[in-house]
């Protein structure tokens, strides 16, 4: 997760015209082979149409249609589950990393939590909340919450001791320096923790809409695209929901260049 | 009172009364029966020690004999299990003293510009910006320092960021300056520089100096006396006065008492590590 982190990070800071152009090549190099597919007929346009009537299509439903409507309440219902999965993720995190003991206890049951595939997890979830709103948003928030309580708690536990000591050595309370110290040397692992929960957070909630009831959302759209073979706005959905994953990603990587400036320095 | 209790009441009286209150010198760090214990054994077993109040003590000894040791217990950073540690008679654990860690990269935090980190101290004690920034103006005039300190720690020299460390162990003005081999991660040039600055720290302040060094040059340079420890369970092989006038510079380094003192704790040194193990 760390090297795909700075993987990132390098990207951001591409610096050359070439560097710059170059990301660019094989996203355009695959829309050509779609587009020439479409064209020569190598591809059945009934099955995958091409990527003009798709864009088209898209962009219709974006601007007049109800696609902007179900990609607001799917954005809606990630940002709750994330706040949700951060808000006692984070803390929690903390607290476990804290002490190694504690940490050592749960270790399992959050690394068995997390290798579980939370889609798994949905009739329980379903007959816990039923089929509404909470459903969703409490089955992505768990999935989001497992992932950052295991970064935080890790990063806590490997915290380096050098800090603590030097503000143990001028007199700082065990909380100062969970406040002052702990938490910000976490904030790197804790901010893989966030990106990686975003991620999963939206997963879920796509694969909730789909299958726990429900009027709206990218997932639910999509799988109603499908039963009424209406191809070019799946397609469309899909392309939507994928870069509304990777919106969210840079978004986080954005923010945490600009929070934890002194990464790896 | 019974015949056992008896014979244990002078011990008793010993470790703590040893340096008595009409000695001419000032009480300064009083070790009593320190005993420290890894798992791999005894690092010390009632182990003595007495240093003055505003002397410069370095610390020299083989790898792995426990200067660091020695110093995260009196400092208090590192618990014991058994003794006492006194300052001017009082515990160590009511003396204000600072502690400059030898990798200083670890040791400031990179979050705060350098400023803020000098300031942190100050900040723990609860004084007001005003009263921060004042404290800080006062000790850059004192020493002279041309650091932006509006800089992060990362876009400075390893030198400047060591001279950041000192000036966060100075800015509370402790009684006792712990300083653990500080300027081994630095280049030979950065080295000097640190050694004249830390010098001039000592003859401002003369505040009590326990300075761990791994290089025999610089621990008899920077010494009133150099303490010379054996190998584990450790003891005190020789503590080894230096009478030479401050500041010494690069020139006073070939003077001929500081080579022969230099000599002899050299003999000292190969003497017990020659021993073995
Ligand atoms: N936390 C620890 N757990 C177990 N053993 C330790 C620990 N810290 C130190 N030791 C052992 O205690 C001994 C003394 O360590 P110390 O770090 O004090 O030595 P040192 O004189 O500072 O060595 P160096 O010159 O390498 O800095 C070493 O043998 C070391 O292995
Ligand atoms: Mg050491």
């Known amino acids: ?265 | 009172m019974n015949q056992e209790a008896l014979q244990r009441v002078p011990t008793t009286m010993r470790v703590v009364d040893a340096p008595r209150a009409s000695d001419a010198v000032p009480r300064g760090v009083e070790i009593r029966g320190l005993t420290k214990e890894f798992a791999g054994g005894y690092i010390y077993r009632n182990f003595d020690l007495d240093l003055r109040d505003g002397e410069f003590v370095s610390i020299f000894g083989p790898n792995g004999c426990g200067k660091s040791t020695l110093i995260n217990v009196i400092s208090g950073l590192m618990p014991m299990d058994g003794g006492a540690v006194m300052f001017k008679g009082k515990p160590i654990a009511e003396t204000k003293l600072s502690y400059v860690f030898q990798n200083y990269r670890d040791a400031l935090f990179p979050w705060m510009r350098a400023l803020g980190n000098i300031q942190y101290p100050l900040k723990l004690l609860g004084l007001d910006k005003k009263t921060r920034d004042r404290r800080v103006e006062a000790l850059l005039a004192e020493f002279d320092i041309r650091i932006d300190l509006h800089r992060y720690p990362y876009e400075l020299s390893g030198g400047q960021q060591q001279t950041i460390s000192i000036l966060r162990a100075l800015i509370t003005d402790p009684e006792i300056l712990f300083l653990d081999e500080p300027f081994s991660a630095l280049d030979y040039e950065m080295t000097l520089f640190m050694r004249e600055r830390l010098q001039h720290v000592f003859m401002k302040r003369r505040n009590t100096m326990i300075f761990v060094s791994h290089d025999l040059e610089e621990a008899v340079q920077l010494a009133d006396r150099v303490l010379l420890l054996t190998r584990p369970p450790t003891r005190v092989a020789e503590m080894v006065p230096v009478d030479l006038p401050w500041p010494r510079d690069a020139k006073s380094l070939s003077n001929a008492e500081f080579v022969a003192i230099k000599s002899h704790c050299l003999d000292v040194f190969s003497r017990e590590v020659g021993r073995g193990p």
């Open chain 1, 1 to 265: 997760m760390r090297a795909s982190a700075d993987i990132g990070l390098k990207r951001l800071r591409g610096a050359s015209w070439l560097g710059r152009v170059q990301p660019a090549v094989g996203p355009l190099l695959l829309l050509a082979i779609w587009w020439l597919a479409a064209l020569t007929g190598l591809l059945n346009t009934r099955l995958i149409p091409g990527p003009g009537p798709t864009f088209a299509t898209t962009w219709q439903a974006l601007v007049h249609g109800t696609m902007s409507h179900d990609l607001a309440r799917t954005l809606m219902r990630v940002l709750y589950a994330f706040a949700i999965a951060a808000g006692f993720g984070v803390p929690l995190g903390i607290l476990i990393g804290a002490n190694e003991r504690v940490y050592r206890s749960v270790e399992f049951l959050i690394d068995f939590f997390r290798s579980t595939p939370s889609t798994a997890l949905f009739p329980l979830f379903m007959l816990m909340f039923g089929l509404g709103e909470e459903s969703k948003v409490g089955l992505a928030a768990f999935a989001a919450f497992l992932i950052i309580v295991f970064n935080v708690a890790y990063g806590v536990l490997n915290a380096r001791k050098t800090r603590i000591l030097a503000a143990r050595s001028m007199g700082a309370s065990r909380l100062r320096i969970f406040g002052d110290v702990i938490f910000l040397e976490t904030l790197p692992q804790t901010f893989v923790g966030l990106r990686a929960g975003v991620s999963i957070a939206l997963v879920v909630v796509v694969v909730a809409e789909m299958f726990i009831g429900g009027t709206d959302g990218m997932g639910h759209r999509i799988i109603e695209d499908q039963y009424s073979y209406n191809l070019k706005d799946m397609y469309g959905s899909l392309l939507v929901s994928g870069a509304v994953g990777y919106g969210l990603n840079y978004m986080f990587l954005l923010i945490e260049r600009y929070f934890v400036h002194w990464a790896g320095r």
